[in-house]
Each structure stands twice: as structure tokens, then as C-alpha cells.
């Protein structure tokens, strides 16, 4: 489906010199897989994305799509290649003075269909992103979420065989950033179309692609199955992704207790807690808050069952409860 041979991509600059921007990119990416590219910024995963549809042309080497050589391609050729490929951005470029209708609309005009083929397909289009009761509202009107079910509808307007995704889902919260990747499961799963997830979020790569190309430097610096790096791996920036990964994933588990405790029983409650050390769990006694009848408030943390482990464990010394968060 997508084939990078060799591709190098120089910006020249007399007065400031050559910047390589990719150097030596080889990479292929199957038909009907959702593949990832993961890099800090700067490492040439824009740059990578604009060779694919065809809006920079490499210094050197060669960019394939769908059996095309759009690196050679005359603009009237890339035209039309573009009309297959359909982009998702991440700050979803949306036109404000349209409806969520006429956004999604917008490309099948362009694209000259009927007023009966676009009243169709735009109909339905919404009604799989989950917007037809939003069809005449603005973006303006609209939550980060919501925008970017338009982005996608409007990106599948011309039944692209390749979606490309940049950074779709880096604006959304944790929540709305889930049921974006739901979304994208979906429509790959009832269309198999070609996906190229280009991200940051190593979360994104693991929850969604299959494969996976790690960029630093304008260099691909390891490849392979999404599991096999997690699992496995090799270049420090792989284990810094995955690192970071396992880091977000622990904290989103933790939980905290907030008890109070009398003072005479601390003595007894600490051998409780220190078996659970291991765990990780933690036991902080707060500094701010005022004793009470001889009552100290303790803040316990750490996963969520290691924690209520511990709760249960002193639940047999006279202690009330504040709150659980």
C-alpha cells in the first residue's frame, strides 16, 4: 500500500544551511493495517506525513501510495491521488461558517457529485460518527470531541482507500480521546481502510496500531509489531515511549483513602501499612489538618486494591472515614 524507499528530504537554505529533515526512510505499510509513527517533536513525522500525500516531494528516493509514485508524480496526477487519501488533523480545520453538514458536504462538492449523492452520503456519514442531531450546528457550537467526528466524516466523504491522522487526538481529554480511537477501530473494522496514525502518545500506538515505526532525528529508528516493542524494547527512545507509557498508566490506577485515625493507635496501624510497602503503597499523615479529639487525618495511596487492602486490614481500629477519592 505505502512504500518509502531510500527517502531522504533536505530543506535548503543559504543562509542557513542544509536541514535534513529524513534521512535514509525505508518503510512499508500493508493495505488494511493501522500503522503508527511515533516521535518527539522534531523528529520528522510531519515532514513524513507530507510526503505521503503528495504536499512535499523528497530530495531523493521514492514515496509509493496505492501503486503510485507520487514522488513523481505531475500535480494534476497528485490531485487526484488525493482525493483517495483523506487527512484528520489535530486541530481539525474545521470551516467556521459552515454547518457540521455543509463541513462534511464540502469536499464531495469539490469533487463535483449530485446534490442527491452528497445529501446521501453526508446523511450517513453523520449518522455513523454519532452527529445527525448535530447536522446544523457550528463548530463554534461544538465540543473538541464533537469537532473531530466532523473531521472524520468529512476525511471519508470521498471513500478514501488511506486515512492519514495527525496528532487527532493530542487536543482531547482522556475520555474523549478513548472514544475517538473507539470511533477509528470502528470505521477500520467495516471498511478496512489503510490507516497511518501519526502521534506522540505512545497510549495512542498501543491502543490502536498493529505496527509501528519510532522516529528521532529525521530517522526511523525501530519498527516493528505494536507488542513486540512494547514488550521488547531496543532503542533508548522505544524504552523512553514505553517507559512513559507504564508511568501514565500507574497513575491513572492510583487511589487514595483519607481517614482519621486517633493518635494512640499510629503505633499499631504503621505495622499494618508497612507489609503493603511493596505494593505501593504510602500512608502520609496531613500536615494541615487540625487534631480532633485526639484524631490525626491519614492519607493512604497507591493502587486501588493494595489500597482498600490496607483499609480493610486497620478497618478493625477506631478510625472514620472521610472520604475516598
Avoid at 529525521?218 to 524494547?233: A, D, H, R
Avoid at 511493596?278 to 493494595?306: C, F, H, N
Amino acid at each position: 500500500m505505502i512504500v518509502l524507499d531510500h527517502v531522504e528530504k533536505i530543506y535548503r537554505s543559504p543562509k542557513h544551511g542544509d536541514v535534513v529533515a529524513l534521512e535514509d526512510i525505508r518503510l512499508e505499510i500493508r493495505r488494511g493495517e493501522i500503522f503508527g509513527i511515533v516521535g518527539h517533536s522534531g523528529a520528522g513525522k510531519s515532514t513524513l506525513l507530507r510526503l505521503l500525500n503528495g504536499l512535499e516531494k523528497p530530495t531523493s528516493g521514492r514515496v509509493t501510495v496505492n501503486g503510485i509514485t507520487i514522488s513523481e508524480s505531475s500535480e494534476r496526477e497528485l490531485r487526484e491521488v488525493r482525493k483517495k487519501i483523506g487527512m484528520i488533523f489535530q486541530h481539525f480545520h474545521l470551516l467556521w461558517s459552515r454547518t457540521v453538514w455543509e463541513n462534511v458536504a464540502f469536499p464531495l462538492e469539490l469533487a463535483g457529485k449530485s446534490k442527491k449523492e452528497i445529501r446521501e452520503k453526508v446523511d450517513t456519514l453523520l449518522e455513523r460518527v454519532g452527529l445527525a442531531h448535530r447536522a446544523n450546528a457550528y463548530p463554534s457550537q461544538l465540543s473538541g470531541g464533537q469537532k473531530q467526528r466532523v473531521g472524520i466524516a468529512r476525511a471519508l466523504a470521498n471513500d478514501p482507500v488511506l486515512l492519514l491522522c495527525d496528532e487527532a487526538t493530542s487536543a482531547l481529554d482522556p475520555e474523549t480521546t478513548a472514544s475517538i480511537l473507539e470511533l477509528l477501530k470502528e470505521i477500520h473494522r467495516d471498511t478496512g481502510i489503510t490507516m497511518v496514525i501519526i502521534t506522540h502518545e505512545m497510549s495512542v500506538v498501543k491502543r490502536l496500531c498493529q505496527r509501528m515505526a519510532v522516529m528521532e532525528d529525521g530517522k526511523i529508528v525501530e519498527q516493528g509489531n505494536v507488542e513486540t516493542l512494547f514488550n521488547n524494547p531496543r532503542h533508548p527512545v522505544t524504552r523512553q515511549f514505553v517507559e512513559s507509557l507504564i508511568t501514565e498508566k500507574a497513575e491513572s490506577e492510583q487511589h487514595t483513602a483519607l481517614l482519621r485515625i486517633h493518635a494512640d493507635k499510629l503505633d499499631r496501624l504503621w505495622s499494618h501499612l508497612a507489609a503493603r510497602v511493596k505494593q505501593g503503597v504510602t500512608a502520609t499523615i496531613l500536615p494541615d489538618a487540625a487534631e480532633q479529639d485526639d484524631r490525626v487525618a491519614l492519607k493512604i495511596s497507591g493502587p486501588k486494591e493494595a489500597v482498600q487492602d490496607a483499609v480493610e486490614a486497620i478497618s478493625e481500629e477506631n478510625r472514620e472515614v472521610i472520604s475516598h477519592v
